[in-house]
T-cell receptor
Framework: KQEVTQIPAALSVPEGENLVLNCSFT??????LQWFRQDPGKGLTSLLL?????REQTSGRLNASLDKSSGRSTLYIAASQPGDSATYLC?????FGTGTRLTIIP | DTGVSQDPRHKITKRGQNVTFRCDPI?????LYWYRQTLGQGPEFLTY????????KSRLLSDRFSAERPKGSFSTLEIQRTEQGDSAMYLC????????????FGPGTRLTVL
């Protein structure tokens, strides 16, 4: 059974800083890994999807990496902005982590 | 393409009543998923369809829960004899097998059972 862990549960950083969010999974036989953001009371917005054959994906200020051998993925956010404040979730094989609640301090 | 839509957005019901939610996926998406999310938690998988076939069901989907996708387009999720523990956000997502199976989510239906 796939288990997905995200640490830390919450993170606060000043505006402009670069930051890394972590995601660990137990079953390396994942087809792909997807990162989402969720604003309070809203649905999930897809940010990036990394296929199992890939090592990383980039979109704008976001970069996600995948290391299947260690069961880890990271989401790197460059030059953080207050609008990046949200909960970030990773998911693989229909299993989600509990998310990291990110607050960017102006 | 208007994205995934869900109806209603909010539902308040009394314990013991039946409720039904609807999800309209992105056009041409073969797969449709239902999840449940409670406060402070990530979404929990309930079930998914490929076209009209229900391929997988979570143990979370008790006998009181049933989902259908009769024509391989929209889907309904029904909860019978609701309990207070059913209060949650019910999320629907869809994806296409033709691509990388990226899931796109709807806005969710928030259920409150009094």
């Amino acid at each position: 059974k796939q288990e997905v862990t995200q640490i830390p549960a919450a993170l606060s950083v000043p505006e402009g800083e670069n930051l890394v969010l972590n995601c660990s999974f137990t079953d390396s036989a994942i087809y792909n890994l997807q990162w989402f953001r969720q604003d309070p009371g809203k649905g999930l917005t897809s940010l990036l999807l990394i296929q199992s054959s890939q090592r990383e994906q980039t979109s704008g200020r976001l970069n996600a990496s995948l290391d299947k051998s260690s069961g880890r993925s990271t989401l790197y956010i460059a030059a953080s902005q207050p609008g990046d404040s949200a909960t970030y979730l990773c998911a693989g094989k229909l299993t989600f982590g509990t998310g990291t609640r990110l607050t960017i301090i102006p | 393409d208007t994205g995934v839509s869900q109806d209603p957005r909010h539902k308040i019901t009394k314990r013991g009543q039946n409720v039904t939610f609807r999800c309209d996926p992105i056009s041409e998406h073969n797969r449709l998923y239902w999840y449940r999310q409670t406060l402070g938690q990530g979404p929990e998988f309930l079930t998914y369809f490929q076209n009209e076939a229900q391929l997988e069901k979570s143990r979370l989907l008790s006998d009181r829960f049933s989902a259908e996708r009769p024509k391989g387009s929209f889907s309904t999720l029904e909860i019978q004899r609701t309990e207070q523990g059913d209060s949650a956000m019910y999320l629907c997502a869809s994806s296409s097998l033709a691509g990388v199976n990226e899931q796109f989510f709807g806005p969710g239906t928030r259920l409150t059972v009094l």
